[in-house]
């Protein structure tokens, strides 16, 4: 991604289609994020963007990967 814009306009796309699906069943979306891709001022708008977007849909849950883990463990148990 060259741009914040290229970067925020891939990732609501994604979780945009991710959205309309989940409508019958639920869907997760992973946002890696590394400093060569996002932490340069130039692009850092971008990942603001894509925050702000998911926030306004309302009932996603942004969580990191250990919040997820602990969540399958507490509603699936250990196999």
Not at 37 to 46: E, F, H, K, L, Q
Not at 54 to 72: L, N, S, Y
Request: no cysteine.
């Amino acid at each position: 991604f060259v741009r914040a814009g290229d970067f925020a306009d891939y990732v609501i796309d994604a979780f945009d289609w991710l959205w309309a699906e989940g409508a019958t069943t639920p869907k997760m979306m992973t946002i890696g994020l590394h400093i060569r891709t996002i932490g340069r001022p130039g692009r850092i708008a971008g990942l603001d963007r894509v925050l702000r977007h998911i926030r306004q849909k309302g009932k996603a849950w942004i969580a990191r990967r250990d919040a997820i883990a602990r969540h399958w463990l507490r509603v699936h148990g250990r196999r």
